[in-house]
T-cell receptor, first 116, second 115 residues
């Protein structure tokens, strides 16, 4: 069984400040980990993913995340927030033996607000 | 290239009525998934098609939900009869194949409100 916990349903940061969105997971098998973003009136868009290899993963729009197995975490960061980053962010996990993206287990989402 | 398209974008129906949601995946994508997000909660997996076959429907909540994928192209998700707890946003996603480097592309969702 797998689960995802996103700490903080709402996060506000000032423009130019560090963005940190937290994600912890539980998985009985080695996981694949994902961050998706949903902008208003749009579908979910993949930001980045971890499958194997380097634990620091870089994604689109300057975001990155680090897989920490010992902490069962996959926190999302961006050094400097931009107004266009305002959106809802979802962390997700899938069991690696599926070798794909099906049957994703999502967290409850974090709505990011950028303060001018 | 067109993305995953879902119809309608919004639907408001009365309890007991029937609603059919449609998903057009990206052309050539064999894998099609349905997910649902109930208000304020997590997005939950409903089912997975590979072409026209149901690969995994373990997330379907009950037998009021029926999913089909005609000829391995578009898919429909029918709710009959709808109940209040069926309200939420229904997402469809597609991917070309199964592999470490593949990616699931999501549609914008259908917001279903049952009153």
């Amino acid at each position: 069984a797998q689960s995802v916990t996103q700490l903080g349903s709402h996060v506000s940061v000032s423009e130019g400040a560090l963005v940190l969105l937290r994600c912890n997971y539980s998985s009985s098998v080695p996981p694949y980990l994902f961050w998706y973003v949903q902008y208003p009136n749009q579908g979910l868009q993949l930001l980045l993913k971890y499958t194997t290899g380097a634990t620091l993963v870089k994604g689109i729009n300057g975001f990155e995340a680090e897989f920490k197995k010992s902490e069962t975490s996959f926190h999302l960061t961006k050094p400097s927030a931009h107004m266009s980053d305002a959106a809802e962010y979802f962390c997700a996990v899938s069991p690696s033996f599926y070798f794909g993206n099906e049957k994703l287990t999502f967290g409850t989402g974090t709505r990011l607000t950028i303060i001018p | 290239e067109a993305g995953v398209t879902q119809f309608p974008s919004h639907s408001v129906i009365e309890k007991g009525q029937t609603v059919t949601l449609r998903c057009d995946p990206i052309s050539g994508h064999d894998n099609l998934y349905w997910y649902r997000r109930v208000m304020g909660k997590e997005i939950k997996f409903l089912l997975h098609f590979v072409k026209e076959s149901k690969q995994d429907e373990s997330g379907m909540p009950n037998n009021r939900f029926l999913a089909e994928r005609t000829g391995g192209t578009y898919s429909t998700l029918k709710v009959q009869p709808a109940e209040l707890e069926d309200s939420g946003v229904y997402f469809c996603a597609s991917s070309p194949n199964r592999g470490r480097d593949t990616e699931a592309f999501f549609g914008q969702g259908t917001r279903l409100t049952v009153v």
